[in-house]
């Protein structure tokens, strides 16, 4: 079976470390680049928070340093869930900055996508900044993509601001460039994490996985995160799942737009399921998935992880 490229653009941050960490040991997914952008918490944090992952995981994917904040705004941060490291709750080793590239993200990933013998797959479980000037200094990379996987925005409630979620808050001027770019889009909303929660159960089955378990079971124990369930809501392993496991998942077809000039709902992803807008869909939104799956997919997911 020949293995998807994909790269991946994300801000570690414990979720995050979730959905790398299975991507990288899947047997269905070639990880050809990581860029690490501005998130959860500072790049200097971010990049470092993935080298150490990756040298942990003794794995050697190339890694690149992407953008330092927002396009327009100023950075928000969510060290408060996160911890100040963005992923404290474990020891891991010092970095090998043997991966990391010199280039800027946007070169790097047109360098991956242009010398790919197949369409490239797009996953961003951070802010859109890096695929916003990829796009726009790129676009004749755009038709070599085969799909873009987002997690990111809100169908209702937010998490940052009354209808806005963090991914997208943090660079919604970033984010319409992407949801505009007439890429075929997956799109995993706040939604979904409030429905794949991985129970106290789970955890214990997860921390019983070998070393990677063990690291994140100790990761998703420090996760210091407000839910509507008991357990852990691990949504950036949903972008990876839709990837590997889409059976898990209801998706409705939808136009989405992010509103970038009312200074009340600035930042919210307006999801338009019923033609108001009179748009053609430009995203399959996932609506439902299967917490049961999601669980188990997770724990065969991390036992795969040598």
Request: aromatic letters at 8%.
């Amino acid at each position: 079976m020949t293995k998807k490229p994909v790269i991946i653009s994300t801000d570690p941050g414990i979720d995050d470390v979730v959905a790398i960490t299975i991507a990288l040991f899947s047997g269905e997914l070639d990880v050809k680049l990581i860029a690490a952008t501005w998130g959860n918490v500072p790049l200097d944090k971010t990049l470092n928070n993935t080298l150490k992952l990756e040298t942990f995981l003794k794995t050697n994917v190339p890694v690149v340093s992407g953008a330092s904040r927002p396009l327009l705004r100023n950075l928000i941060d969510a060290s408060d869930v996160h911890g100040k490291s963005g992923m404290d709750g474990y020891d891991f080793p010092e970095p090998d900055t043997s991966l990391l590239q010199s280039k800027l993200a946007a070169e790097a990933i047109h360098e991956v996508v242009a010398n790919s013998q197949e369409k490239v797959t797009l996953v961003q479980i951070g802010p859109a900044t890096d695929y916003a000037l990829y796009f726009r200094q790129y676009p004749e990379d755009l038709s070599r993509i085969e799909q873009l996987v987002i997690m990111g925005g809100a169908i209702g409630r937010g998490n940052w601001g009354p209808y806005s979620e963090y991914n997208v808050a943090g660079d919604p001027e970033a984010a319409q460039i992407v949801f505009s770019s007439n890429v075929k889009i997956l799109l995993a909303p706040l939604e979904l994490g409030h429905q794949a929660f991985v129970t106290q159960t789970t955890m214990e089955k997860v921390k019983k996985l070998g070393r990677a378990g063990d690291m994140l079971y100790h990761l998703l124990s420090k996760l210091n995160d407000k839910t509507e369930t008991n357990g852990r809501e691990i949504y950036d392993a949903l972008a990876v799942g839709m990837l590997l496991k889409p059976q898990m998942y209801e998706f409705k077809p939808a136009y989405v737009v992010v509103d970038t000039k009312s200074p009340n709902a600035y930042g919210a992803s307006v999801i338009d399921f019923d033609k108001f807008f009179n748009k053609p869909a430009n995203a399959q939104v996932g609506v439902q998935v299967d917490q049961v799956a999601f669980a188990e997919w997770l724990i065969d997911a991390i036992r795969k992880v040598k």
